[in-house]
T-cell receptor, first 112, second 113 residues
């Protein structure tokens, strides 16, 4: 069975500071990995995904993530936080023909 | 291209009532799933389908039924609503062609009193 662990249910950063949201996964087969963002009272929007190939993946709004197989990690980063980045972020994994399995989410707060 | 459409957006039920949450997608996706979202719990899988006529249970299936008679539609039925089913429900769809990236509906906020 696949699983996702997101370290830190709440992360707070200053505007302009580095954003780092951690995600570790468990999968017995090559994974497809995703980061989704959810703004208050809205649905989930895909930020970026890793399928195969290049391990550094760039997404929308300046976010990127690096797939590290040896560490079973897929951490999300952004060099400079903006107030508009405040939201909840979810990491998720699938093997392809299995449902998407989510972590419990990390709420990002950005302090002016 | 509407993507994934969920109806209704809001619903209040009395304990014991039944209802169906509708989900439709127009992207010809073979995979569809229902999730519930509760504070601090992330999104938990209720039921999923890998194609028309094929459904399976997820992590929290009790109290819910699904069917997939067409590729486009994947309704979720609450058989006898309970306060524990108060939640936000999301439907999502995906395909191999889309590299399994799921598209989500806007959600249904359900309150059971």
């Amino acid at each position: 069975a696949q699983s996702v662990t997101q370290l830190g249910s709440h992360v707070s950063v200053s505007e302009g500071a580095l954003v780092l949201l951690r995600c570790n996964y468990s999968s017995s087969v090559p994974p497809y990995l995703f980061w989704y963002v959810q703004y208050p009272n809205q649905g989930l929007q895909l930020l970026l995904k890793y399928t195969t190939g290049a391990t550094l993946v760039k997404g929308i709004n300046g976010f990127e993530a690096e797939f590290k197989k040896s560490e079973t990690s897929f951490h999300l980063t952004k060099p400079s936080a903006h107030m508009s980045d405040a939201a909840e972020y979810f990491c998720a994994v699938t093997s392809g023909n299995t449902p998407l399995v989510f972590g419990k989410g990390t709420r990002l707060s950005v302090i002016a | 291209n509407a993507g994934v459409t969920q109806t209704p957006k809001f619903q209040v039920l009395k304990t014991g009532q039944s209802m169906t949450l509708q989900c439709a997608q127009d992207m010809n996706h073979e995979y569809m799933s229902w999730y519930r979202q509760d504070p601090g719990m992330g999104l938990r899988l209720i039921h999923y389908s890998v194609g028309a006529g094929i459904t399976d249970q997820g992590e929290v299936p009790n109290g819910y039924n699904v069917s997939r008679s067409t590729t486009e539609d994947f309704p979720l039925r609450l058989l006898s609503a309970a306060p524990s089913q108060t939640s936000v429900y999301f439907c999502a769809s995906s395909s191999r062609v889309a590299n399994y990236g799921y598209t989500f509906g806007s959600g249904t906020r359900l309150t059971v009193v």
